[in-house]
């Protein structure tokens, strides 16, 4: 066993590690992250103004024009992904090279609003198309935060600013040395998006959209490929490097705009055309956390609660239930472990590759409804089935995976406990 994990981690460990503490991922996670409040909450307003998929509330609150205010909190808050996410990748990248995040980010949002095409109504008054400014602009997003923070953090480590002298406020000459960087980026871009539009091109979203969004499209949109996801982000944590912070915040830009393509079909009373969104894979197929460990700390709570279990188990026990049903698995992870614990690694794998499988069968043939709704990671299981697809179905189907997962996970806890009596021996 102990050569078996140390060849997979000489192997995967120099991968992940490499992934695990680039720049630029990092910035990705942390910029998309700063979005969560405003995610969760235009989810939740989405759910209230559905009535929770009662129709006889929701005929009323759409009745009494209550929904219409509602919609209107979800696109303003959800719908604001995009804009946020614009600013958020620049002021991370930025910062990781110890300059000041807040100009950059002010700068790659300014950025965004120029490469954005405008319409205008018959009066002539011009507005952002909203699309763009939602999960449909994460894309571009991406890209110009990426590009912005680089460049800003270049000029400003090598001294290609305006400096102020020492007696002005620090606030007023952060401002300062931020206009030859800003101004660059924005003049930059500024040509970009003419040239576009003055040789009838498509825009930097569209472009954005079919460059990247081809590509992981590819991969986050089929069972196969989110297999493989599935299967990545288990080994990344067997080696001690949070797969999820790796793999599925590549993925999350599909993910989010599946979401709300499904968000919008959902108001209109559409079908709905994703089965894969980042609710999907959080309340699904990382029941517990990553490898579907809520298997894993029912187990050990069952193992525990016998007089003759090891002394190990009794105090884990305890430390893991709780926050597993909340979707929180580091303590489960290091503390058992199940890092580099050779005796876990097939249900790590095997559980959230199963709870995939079948969660995707279930909505596929209809069974259960695609979700539209995004109810937080921390949402306990059966909660969080029923607020992201205002379906009890759903619900069923999270029970149904977690005993799966438990009886997946039993044997091998049976045998981790053995391991620990021999060691208090």
């Not at 400003?156 to 007696?167: G, L, R, S």
């Not at 954005?208 to 590819?218: E, I, M, Q, S």
């Not at 709905?272 to 579907?292: E, Q, R, S, W």
């Not at 306990?380 to 997946?408: E, K, M, R, Y």
Request: glycine share 10%; hydrophobic share 50%; charged share 10%.
């Amino acid at each position: 066993m102990s050569k078996k994990s140390g060849l997979i981690q000489a192997k995967l460990m120099p991968i992940a590690v490499k992934l695990g503490n680039n720049k630029f991922l990092l910035a990705i996670r942390d910029g998309i992250m700063l979005c969560m409040p405003l995610i969760i909450i235009g989810s939740l307003l989405m759910i209230v103004a559905t009535g929770f998929s009662i129709p006889a509330l929701e005929k009323w609150i759409t009745d009494a024009g209550i929904a219409d205010f509602l919609y209107k909190g979800s696109d303003s808050s959800f719908g604001l992904i995009g804009l946020v996410s614009s600013f958020g990748i620049a002021y991370s990248l930025t910062k990781q090279y110890g300059v000041d995040g807040v100009p950059s980010g002010i700068v790659s949002l300014a950025c965004f609003v120029v490469v954005t095409p405008f319409i205008k109504d018959q009066t002539g008054a011009a507005g952002i198309p909203t699309m763009y400014v939602a999960s449909a602009g994460l894309f571009v997003a991406i890209i110009l935060g990426l590009i912005n923070g680089y460049i800003y953090q270049w000029f400003i480590n090598n001294e290609i600013e305006i400096k102020m002298p020492e007696t002005v406020p620090p606030a007023v000459a952060k401002s300062f040395s931020a206009i030859i960087p800003g101004a660059v980026l924005i003049v930059s871009w500024l040509l970009v998006y003419s040239l576009l539009a003055t040789f009838k091109l498509p825009n930097m979203h569209l472009i954005a959209k079919t460059v990247l969004g081809g590509p992981l499209g590819l991969l986050g949109n089929n069972i196969i490929g989110v297999a493989i996801l599935v299967l990545c982000n288990s080994l990344f944590w067997f080696v001690g490097l949070h797969g999820g912070n790796i793999v599925n915040k590549i993925m999350e830009p599909i993910w989010l705009a599946n979401l709300g393509d499904n968000m919008d079909a959902h108001k209109l009373g559409a079908p709905l055309k994703h089965i894969f969104t980042t609710p999907f894979m959080d309340n699904f197929v990382y029941i517990g956390g990553a490898g579907a460990t809520i298997g894993l700390v029912i187990s050990l709570a069952w193992v525990a609660r016998k007089r003759s279990s090891s002394k190990r188990s009794k105090t884990l026990s305890p430390l893991t239930l709780v926050p597993g049903f909340f979707n929180i698995n580091e303590p489960t992870m290091f503390g058992v472990p199940v890092v580099l614990n050779i005796l876990l690694l097939f249900p790590l794998v095997l559980a959230p590759l199963v709870n995939l499988c079948l969660s995707y069968a279930a909505m596929a043939s209809g069974i259960v409804p695609l979700v539209y709704a995004q109810p937080g990671w921390t949402t306990p299981p059966v909660i969080s089935g029923f607020l992201a697809t205002g379906s009890i179905n759903a619900a069923i189907l999270q029970v149904i995976l977690i005993i799966l997962d438990v009886l997946l996970y039993l044997p091998f806890i049976m045998n981790v406990e053995k391991r620990f009596k021999e060691e208090e021996m």
